[in-house]
């Protein structure tokens, strides 16, 4: 069974950064892992994605150019670095696993974390 385990969140003042970690405990090397997040009264929306090799990524137009999504020297963690950020970032990020392929659509990911709380004040 695959545990998913996200941590780094926190309040930070707009315009400043933060960086998500997701560790997994999970095996192979056919498998996709994304951020998802998802802000009080709205749907989990999709935020980045990232093969296993670590080198194709792709980015919610929401976030591009400020967000980056990395996988670690391990491969088992990934993480999410996240600058200039907005109050409208303001959410629980979660961290997801899947074999489909690297895709922004939340039902290819069949493996959740928890979430981390991430508030951005204005």
């Known amino acids: 069974q695959v545990q998913l385990v996200e941590s780094g969140g926190g309040l930070v003042q707009a315009g400043g950064s933060l960086r998500l970690s997701c560790a997994a405990s999970?095996?192979?090397?056919?498998?996709?892992t994304a951020w998802f997040r998802q802000a009080p009264g709205k749907e989990r929306e999709f935020v980045a994605a990232?093969?296993?090799?670590?080198?194709?990524?792709i980015y919610a137009d929401s976030v591009k150019g400020r967000f980056t999504i990395s996988r670690g020297n391990a491969k088992s963690t990934v993480y999410l670095q996240m600058n200039s950020l907005k109050p409208e970032d303001t959410a629980v990020y979660y961290c997801?696993?899947?074999?489909?392929?690297?895709?922004?659509?939340?039902?290819?990911?069949?493996?959740w974390g928890q979430g981390t709380q991430v508030n951005v004040s204005s």
């Open positions: 997801a696993v899947g074999i489909r392929g690297i895709t922004p659509r939340i039902d290819d990911y069949n493996s």
């Open positions: 999970i095996f192979g090397s056919a498998y996709f």
């Open positions: 990232v093969t296993w090799s670590g080198l194709t990524t």
